[in-house]
């Protein structure tokens, strides 16, 4: 699983790729809930505020090191390629 090779690397847990990653493994987890409960809305609330703050982060990252955030969308598959 990325998390495990990922989280060896990283010390910092306050980092904004540790907390990227953490947002996206429960974004998956949420995800696959509400595959089998579609009609779970405090779980769908809950999903659209870690996607927020996982859109903050990413932005956040992208404009502070381009390389770092794209390093991690690859890493993590989140995005499809883009040219910028």
């Known amino acids: 699983m990325v998390k495990n090779t990922f989280l060896k690397k990283e010390e910092n847990p306050g980092s904004a ?3 990227i990653l ?3 493994t429960k974004i998956r ?3 696959s809930h509400l595959e089998l409960h579609k009609k779970d809305y405090l779980c ?3 999903l659209r505020k870690i ?3 996982r859109q903050r982060l ?3 990252l992208s404009k502070k090191n381009e390389i770092r955030y794209k ?3 690859n890493q993590l ?3 499809e390629s883009q040219t910028r």
């Open 29 to 31: 987890r949420l995800t």
């Open 44 to 46: 769908q609330r809950g």
């Open 51 to 53: 996607l927020g703050k």
């Open 22 to 24: 953490n947002f996206t």
């Open 17 to 19: 790729e540790f907390q």
């Open 77 to 79: 598959s989140i995005r």
């Open 58 to 60: 990413l932005s956040y």
């Open 71 to 73: 390093k991690l969308i």
